[in-house]
Structure formats: C-alpha cells, structure tokens
C-alpha cells in the first residue's frame, strides 16, 4: 500500500488588524476630581474704607484674581464693600491676607460640592449631541420638504438644549477656577474733635457757651464754681454747631466749666475754662415780660408797680435836666406877652 502524502502546509493567514476607535472616556470622578466652588464673606472694621478697598484690590489683583464689584458710601462716617476673585489654589492665601486689612467682625467660609452637578450636565450634553448625530443623518435621508422641515425644528430645539447644558458648564467652571471672596468694611467710630470753644452773651445771671465737632454729636456743658463743677446743662440733638445757655448764675462769679460731646458712642472731653459774669449795676432794672398778658390779683400788682418804678427810674433824671430851661423859656414867654398886652 502506497504511503498517504503529507499534507501540504499551507501558511495561515493573520488576523487583519484594524485601530480601534477611541471611545470617550466618561465623566466620572475619578476622572475630574471633585469641583467645589468656594466663597468667602467678611465684615470688618478699618481706620480709612477708601485705602482699605484699594489694599484689597491690590492684594487681589498681586495673586491672579481681580475685582468683581466695589462700592463706597457715607460721608461722616464711610462704608463700602469689595467682591474679589482669586484662583481656587490661592483662596485661603488671599483669605487670610485680606483678614490683617482690618480688625474682623464676622467671617463666614462655605465650599459648594458641584462634582454630580458637573457630571450629570456632561452626560446630558453627550446624549443632546448624540441626538443632534442622529437627526442630521436623518435629515439627508429625507424625501419631502414637509420631514425635512420637522426634522429641521427637532433639530433647532436639541442645539437649543446643548447651548443652554456648555453654557451651564462654563458657569461652573469659572465658578470653580476663582473663588469669591466678599469684603463690608466700615470706618472704626472715632470721638468728635472738639474745637472753638467760646463763651458768648456773658450777663448777671447767665452765659452761653458755644463750640464746634467734625461730626454731628451730643451737647452737654458742666459748669461750677469750682473744678468739680456739680452742674451741667444736655442736649442729646447731634450737631456740629453746638449752643447751651446757662442760667441761674450768680453776678460777679467766676465759674469753671467744659464741653463734652459724643458720636457714634466714643465721647470727647474739653479742657477746663473759665469765664467771669458781669457785676450788678447799681440801677437795678426790673426784669419784666412785656409779652406776657397781665394777671388779676397780687401778681397783676406787682407787674404794674415794677412798670411805675422803671418809668420812674428813667422819666425823673430826664426831668431833672431838661425840666428847668423848658420852665424858664416858659417864663420868659409869658412875661414877654403880659408886656405886649400892657401897651
């Protein structure tokens, strides 16, 4: 029996090796780390708002960041507000660099966790422009114009929905890249200056004393014969221009006194003064309140006999000196007519 032949190897073709198209990788996590928006509030005290906001700025604008929004108000005592964003790596450098602006009041630091918010928008937008995928190949394969106008409306609402979805996603991102950091600043209250302190209208029996403050304050004057003073006359009205009139002095003393006025809670004092009233003159006229209608009875009385004294007092020196030559001229006159008549 003839041998079997060998079997002919007959080489065995490779396998044709094709690339892979890349798949897109998902938005997970692991992938994008986790995205928290961090903002910062601070309120604080500061000796100047307007050199504060530009420390702040420059503090800022010195580590990536820029301002946002400032604002500045008030005029006797000033406040304002400054946002600021800084690069998320930057947030609590920046942070507390701000802190040593001014003397902190209140501070408050919150970190929004916006991971699943991201992830979530990213999966919308890869199904929106898968749909977008679908529809156009759709669209070429139309036969009438009435589809393709359908397919073309579907097509303008599905962009629509992308743009809204990066435009939230963009958001997000800027949000997440530079944290906010919001700054209310307010001038530290100071104690009014006290300045221009005068006595004016000094009489018998009373004075007025007069002085001026930077900012609208408290009036309130001590006054005694001594250092220890032991009165005083207040007027809780804030002004600049300040009067209290003292009454109730006694002629020929001399009283010491000081101003006190307070603003915004801090207080300023004066030194000690001094002022001297006037003598009684030795004429003493009545003090009376022509303006007030006369009563009956005992007081009606005394009112009426103070106006006869004080007429008095005045009419009888004017007699005295201007009586006598009108007498003589008189005289004279009737003389002179008696002898007229005598002729």
Do not use: C
Not at 49 to 72: L, P, T
Not at 75 to 103: C, W
Not at 138 to 151: F, R, W
């Amino acid at each position: 029996q003839a041998p079997l032949p060998s079997p002919k190897l007959e080489p065995t073709p490779s396998p044709a090796i094709t690339e892979a198209e890349p798949t897109a990788q998902p938005f997970t996590l692991e992938v994008i780390g986790r995205m928290v928006i961090y903002t910062a509030t601070i309120s604080m005290t500061v000796e100047d708002v307007e050199a504060a906001v530009n420390q702040i700025q420059s503090i800022a604008e010195g580590s990536g960041g820029f301002v946002q929004k400032i604002s500045i108000s008030g005029e006797e005592r000033k406040s304002g507000a400054i946002t600021i964003r800084v690069p998320q790596d930057r947030f609590y450098d920046v942070l507390s660099m701000v802190e040593r602006v001014g003397n902190v009041t209140d501070e408050q630091i919150s970190g929004q966790d916006v991971t699943e918010q991201y992830i979530d928008l990213n999966a919308r937008l890869r199904n929106a422009e898968k749909q977008e995928e679908r529809l156009l190949a759709i669209l070429e394969k139309a036969n009438t114009v009435e589809d393709m106008l359908k397919i073309e409306k579907e097509l303008m609402r599905v962009r629509e929905i992308i743009e809204s979805i990066k435009g939230q996603l963009q958001y997000l991102e800027r949000r997440v890249e530079y944290s906010t950091i919001s700054v209310y600043l307010e001038e530290r209250a100071k104690p009014p200056v006290i300045s221009n302190i005068r006595v004016v209208e000094i009489g018998t029996t009373k004075a007025v004393i007069k002085w001026l403050t930077d900012v609208p304050s408290t009036s309130l004057v001590e006054y005694g014969p001594t250092e220890a003073y032991g009165y005083e006359v207040y007027d809780p009205k804030p002004v600049r221009e300040h009067s209290i009139t003292i009454t109730g002095l006694k002629d020929s003393t001399t009283y010491h006194f000081r101003v006190k006025s307070t603003a915004y809670g801090k207080t300023s004092i004066s030194s000690d003064y001094t002022f001297t009233t006037k003598p009684e003159p030795w004429i003493k006229i009545p003090d009376i309140d022509w303006g007030r209608p006369i009563e009956m009875g005992l007081w009606g009385f005394l009112v009426i006999a103070q106006a006869l004294i004080t007429l008095l007092v005045f009419s009888a020196p004017l007699l005295l000196i201007v009586g006598p030559p009108i007498y003589l001229l008189y005289k004279r006159r009737v003389g002179g007519s008696k002898a007229s008549g005598d002729k």
